[in-house]
T-cell receptor, first 110, second 115 residues
Framework: GQQLNQSPQSMFIQEGEDVSMNCTSS?????WLWYKQDPGEGPVLLIA?????ELTSNGRLTAQFGITRKDSFLNISASIPSDVGIYFC??????????FGTGTRLKVLA | GAVVSQHPSWVICKSGTSVKIECRSL??????MFWYRQFPKQSLMLMAT?????????EQGVEKDKFLINHASLTLSTLTVTSAHPEDSSFYIC???????????FGPGTRLTVL
């Protein structure tokens, strides 16, 4: 099935550092979403973006909907150990389906 | 609000048997639910769209006779893996679409292991 490309695939960072990850697609989406998934659990919504160019924050997280509507990025500032997990982007199609990205695995070193 | 549950949370079965997984929207009605499959260290892949009162729509490459979906009420969709084989072992996650925000809310997932 179709997937969105996320980079980096994985990253190790020191606690307190800022993190940036992005997601690109060959298709246009009307809605971009960012999720975090902990092992053995379902994904949890972090940020939803509804308009091209939109920049939205949720605590230490900031995400932007690219103006081409084919990409999005997520930043995490001042990372803490509980930020560890897998981050997925998702694009929503016109029929409300979600196409998920390949995921970015984040590990935070205390 | 917008809580989705799945049952069971994990299941182990013998090869050749069938397994049913339930997905419930606890505090809202969902005319549309989605079923995803996630293999280890991979992303969520959409299997099918479950519509209340009508047949499910399957994604390309997903066998509808093997993965039976029933959405008999506005709060319950079931996925039955028929004649399960070890390669069906995976993490199955459902989501329910809210009518107001058109946002999907995800269940906690069901880990299926076929021996």
């Amino acid at each position: 099935g179709q997937q969105l490309n996320q980079s980096p695939q994985s990253m190790f960072i020191q606690e307190g550092e800022d993190v940036s990850m992005n997601c690109t697609s060959s298709s246009i989406f009307n809605t971009w979403l960012w999720y975090k998934q902990d092992p053995g659990e379902g994904p949890v919504l972090l940020i939803a973006l509804y308009k091209a160019g939109e920049l939205t924050s949720n605590g230490r997280l900031t995400a932007q909907f690219g103006i081409t509507r084919k990409d999005s990025f997520l930043n995490i500032s001042a990372s803490i150990p509980s930020d560890v997990g897998i981050y997925f982007c998702a694009g929503q199609t016109g029929t409300y389906k979600y196409i998920f990205g390949t995921g970015t695995r984040l590990k935070v070193l205390a | 609000g917008a809580v989705v549950s799945q049952h069971p949370s994990w299941v182990i079965c013998k090869s050749g048997t069938s397994v049913k997984i339930e997905c419930r929207s606890l505090d809202f009605q969902a005319t549309t639910m989605f079923w995803y499959r996630q293999f280890p260290k991979q992303s969520l892949m959409l299997m099918a769209t479950s519509n209340e009162g009508s047949k499910a729509t399957y994604e390309q490459g997903v066998e509808k006779d093997k993965f039976l979906i029933n959405h008999a009420s506005l709060t319950l969709s079931t996925l039955t893996v028929t004649s399960a084989h070890p390669e069906d072992s995976s993490f199955y996650i459902c989501s329910a679409l809210t009518s107001g925000s058109n946002e999907q809310f995800f269940g906690p997932g069901t880990r299926l292991t076929v021996l």
